[in-house]
Structures are given as structure tokens and as C-alpha cells.
T-cell receptor, first 118, second 114 residues
Framework: EAGVAQSPRYKIIEKRQSVAFWCNPI?????LYWYQQILGQGPKLLIQ????????DSQLPKDRFSAERLKGVDSTLKIQPAKLEDSAVYLC????????????????FGQGTRLTVV | AQSVTQLDSHVSVSEGTPVLLRCNYS??????LFWYVQHPNKGLQLLLK??????LVKGINGFEAEFKKSETSFHLTKPSAHMSDAAEYFC????????????FGGGTRVLVKP
């Protein structure tokens, strides 16, 4: 079974530029998560989708971050404009859990995208 | 609101000695609890999970954890540390009633001395 795929693996941009990350979850997984992991900290949830609907985006800085999962499969996360404090690893994860059917609650993570803003 | 506290940010052990990583959670619901491991420049890998079945959970690589509801704890142990266990470990809590949002602790970095 293929895992969660993310690209690119690394990205270096200047502040005020824009950047986009892509994620393809495990086939059939309804729930998709984007996490931000700043060096030395635990991952923080940015946004959670179930199919193409948003479940939780309470910690997403909406003035500069956006995310979409239009067809309920792959997803993109965008930052525009980037700030120095956005330097972090951006992790995508998926799980088979749904509100209606329950299912397994564990999430499977991709390798992440390491973003450096200079 | 759900939260997770990992009581030690760093743990140093000698190879062949026991490892104990401590985790406490807070919640109003019955939790699912997980331990993930992150090796340098690698993705997060699930070590084990608790989802309301047996309170003593066995995972990969000889790790196990015990769920204690009265203490709201889910400590991770391994009888004998190996050099390959050097990594960062995260305790994670989620609640089906809250949509299965996964909340991470701050992490514990494990150093294994030869």
C-alpha cells in the first residue's frame, strides 16, 4: 500500500514570496490533515478535511494560509506572503476515520516539506 | 479542550537499560492515544495505539504503553534500549467525538549512550 506522498521535500523562498505544498493521501482515506512543525516543537494542526469539507481550521492563519481539497483526494496548502516565522516542516497525514462510519483513528504521515524563509 | 503534556523534553539512557517516557493528557471524552517516533529527517512512524481495548498496549520494536484512566497517563516503556531508539517521541491524543483531531505533545528527545 502506498503511503502519503508530499512534494516538494525542500523549499527555500524569500519573505513575502508565495509557496505551495502538495499532498496525496493514502487511497480511500477520507480524512486529511496539515500540520506545521517548528524546530524543537510538536506538530500543530493547521487544517483538517473530511472528504472535501473542512472539519477544523481554527489554528490556520487565514490572512496568509489557505488550503483546499477540491475533489476529496489530494490537497494543496499555500502561503502568501510568507514570513520568516513560517520556516518549519509541513506535514500531511491521512486516516480512514469519518464521523458517520468511525473507523481507524490512527493517522499516517508523509515525509514532510521543509520550508525555509530567508 | 484536549491537551497532552510530555513530562520530559530530553531523556538519556545507556544501551541495554530501560526507557520510560512519560505522557499525561486532559480531556472530557474517552480518548484514543498514540505514540509516534520521528528519526532525524524522517517522517512520523506509529509505534502503538490505545483505542479502549486492553489497557496495556504492545507496539513495534519492543515498546509498550499502559493506559491509566485514573491518572490520565499513557507512559511509554521499553525494557532494553538500543542505539537505534535514539529519536524524538511524540504522545498524541484524539477523540472521535471531536472529529478525531490529533493533538501532539511537545516531544521527548531520547539519547542512547553506548
Amino acid at each position: 500500500e502506498a503511503g502519503v506522498a508530499q512534494s516538494p521535500r525542500y523549499k527555500i523562498i524569500e519573505k513575502r514570496q508565495s509557496v505551495a505544498f502538495w499532498c496525496n493521501p493514502i487511497s480511500g482515506h477520507a480524512t486529511l490533515y496539515w500540520y506545521q512543525q517548528i524546530l524543537g516543537q510538536g506538530p500543530k494542526l493547521l487544517i483538517q478535511f473530511q472528504n472535501n469539507g473542512v472539519v477544523d481550521d481554527s489554528q490556520l492563519p487565514k490572512d496568509r494560509f489557505s488550503a483546499e481539497r477540491l475533489k476529496g483526494v489530494d490537497s494543496t496548502l499555500k502561503i502568501q506572503p510568507a514570513k520568516l516565522e513560517d520556516s518549519a516542516v509541513y506535514l500531511c497525514a491521512s486516516s480512514s476515520f469519518t464521523f458517520r462510519q468511525g473507523g481507524n483513528t490512527e493517522a499516517f504521515f508523509g515525509q514532510g516539506t521543509r520550508l525555509t524563509v530567508v | 479542550a484536549q491537551s497532552v503534556t510530555q513530562l520530559d523534553s530530553h531523556v538519556s539512557v545507556s544501551e541495554g537499560t530501560p526507557v520510560l517516557l512519560r505522557c499525561n493528557y486532559s480531556s472530557s471524552y474517552s480518548p484514543s492515544l498514540f505514540w509516534y517516533v520521528q528519526h532525524p529527517n524522517k517522517g512520523l512512524q506509529l509505534l502503538l495505539k490505545y483505542t479502549s481495548a486492553a489497557t496495556l498496549v504492545k507496539g513495534i520494536n519492543g515498546f509498550e504503553a499502559e493506559f491509566k484512566k485514573s491518572e490520565t497517563s499513557f507512559h511509554l516503556t521499553k525494557p532494553s534500549a538500543h542505539m537505534s531508539d535514539a529519536a524524538e517521541y511524540f504522545c498524541v491524543v484524539s477523540f472521535k467525538a471531536a472529529g478525531n483531531k490529533l493533538t501532539f505533545g511537545g516531544g521527548t528527545r531520547v539519547l542512547v549512550k553506548p
